[in-house]
C-alpha cells in the first residue's frame, strides 16, 4: 500500500494515524514533541527525523496541528515540507485553519507540482478513534478520488466541498454553531440552577424535545458532574470562534451570537481553563455568589 506520512500526533492525529496503521497503511510519523511518536513506533509506524524528511519518504503526507501557525510553520518552517513535495507527491492537512491559509498552503504546494487536499475534520477525539468523522474536503479532487481508501478509514462521510478554502470555512461554521451552543448549555445549567432546578431535571427536558442533540446528550452529564476531562480542548474551541468571527468580519456578515460565545470562551482560558475540554467554557458562565 502507499506509504503515508502523518505529521502532528496530538489527541486527533494519533488516533488517525493508528487508524491508518490499523488499515494497513505504512505510517511514517513526526511530532514535534518527539516522545509522542513513541506509541504509534511501538505499534509498528516508522519514526520521522523531520517533516521535510517525512514528506521526502512518503507519497502523500498528511498534518494534523493546531491551528494556522502551526499548519504555516510544517510547510514554510525550518525543515519544512515544501521543497519535498515535487511532482507525484501530495499534501494533506487536516489542522483547522482559516480559509486564507488553506488557500496559501495549496498555492505553495501546487506551485511546486505536487498535489493538496485540505481535510478539516467534523467530530472530536472519539470519532477519531473509532474512525467515523466527518471529513471536509476541498483542494485537488483527483487527490480526493484517489485517497478514498485511506479516508474510509478515517471517517464515515467524506464531503468535496470545491476549492481549497471551503473545507476551512465549513469547519469553522460548524464550529462556530456548536461554540455558540455549548455556552448556551452553560447558560442554561446556571439559569437553572438559580432557579432552584436540578440540572439532571434541565438535560432530561432538553432530551426529550426539539433541541435534543448528540452533543447535550455526551457533554451535559459531563458537565453538571464537573468533568471536563480533554477531548477537543477549550484553547482550539476558542481559535475556531475567533477565525470564524474574522471570516465573518471579511465578508461583512454580523456574528453577533458568535460575538458574545467568544467572549465567553476568552474568560474561560483566562481563568486557567484552555488545556481542558470545550465544555468547561460552562464553568465560566457557572453562577456567581448569590448578592
Ligand atoms: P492537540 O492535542 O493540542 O495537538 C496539537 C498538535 O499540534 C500536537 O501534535 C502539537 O505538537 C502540534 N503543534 C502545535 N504547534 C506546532 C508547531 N508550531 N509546529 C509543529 N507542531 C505543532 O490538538 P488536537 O485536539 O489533536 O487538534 C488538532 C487540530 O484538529 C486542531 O486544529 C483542532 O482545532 C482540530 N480538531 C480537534 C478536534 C478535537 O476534538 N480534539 C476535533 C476536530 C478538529 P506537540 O505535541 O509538540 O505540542
Not at 173 to 178: D, E, H
Not at 266 to 281: H, I, N
Amino acid at each position: 500500500m502507499t506509504p503515508i506520512g502523518f505529521l502532528g500526533l496530538g489527541i486527533m492525529g494519533t488516533a488517525m494515524a493508528r487508524n491508518l496503521l490499523k488499515g494497513g497503511f505504512p505510517v511514517t510519523v513526526w511530532n514535534r514533541t518527539p516522545e509522542r511518536c513513541d506509541a504509534l513506533v511501538a505499534l509498528g509506524a516508522t519514526r520521522g527525523e523531520s517533516p521535510r524528511a517525512v514528506a521526502a519518504a512518503c507519497t502523500t503526507t498528511c498534518a494534523m496541528v493546531s491551528d494556522p501557525a502551526a499548519a504555516r510553520a510544517l510547510v514554510w518552517g525550518e525543515d519544512g515540507v515544501l521543497p519535498a513535495l515535487v511532482p507525484g507527491k501530495s499534501y494533506v492537512d487536516f489542522s483547522t485553519v482559516d480559509p486564507d491559509t488553506a488557500g496559501e498552503i495549496a498555492a505553495a504546494v501546487t506551485s511546486q507540482g505536487a498535489r493538496f487536499l485540505e481535510v478539516p475534520v467534523s467530530g472530536s477525539k472519539k470519532p477519531a478513534e473509532d474512525g467515523t468523522l466527518v471529513l471536509l474536503a476541498g483542494g485537488d479532487r483527483s487527490l480526493f478520488d484517489d485517497l478514498a481508501p485511506a479516508l474510509s478509514r478515517l471517517g464515515q462521510k467524506a464531503l468535496f466541498l470545491g476549492p481549497a478554502g471551503r473545507g476551512a470555512a465549513m469547519k469553522l461554521v460548524v464550529n462556530m454553531i456548536m461554540g455558540e451552543m455549548m455556552v448556551a448549555l452553560g447558560e442554561g445549567l446556571a439559569l437553572a440552577d438559580r432557579a432552584g432546578l436540578a440540572a439532571g431535571d434541565l438535560l432530561e427536558v432538553l432530551d426529550a424535545g426539539a433541541v435534543a442533540n448528540p452533543m447535550f446528550r455526551l457533554k451535559g452529564p459531563k458537565v453538571a458532574a464537573g468533568d471536563f476531562g480533554v477531548a477537543f480542548p477549550l484553547k482550539h474551541a476558542q481559535k475556531d470562534l475567533r477565525l470564524a468571527l474574522a471570516l465573518g468580519d471579511r465578508l461583512a456578515q454580523p456574528l453577533a451570537g458568535a460575538a458574545a460565545a467568544n467572549e465567553a470562551f476568552k474568560a474561560a482560558r483566562a481563568q486557567g481553563l484552555g488545556e481542558l475540554d470545550f465544555s468547561a467554557v460552562c464553568r465560566a458562565v457557572a453562577p456567581t455568589p448569590r448578592g
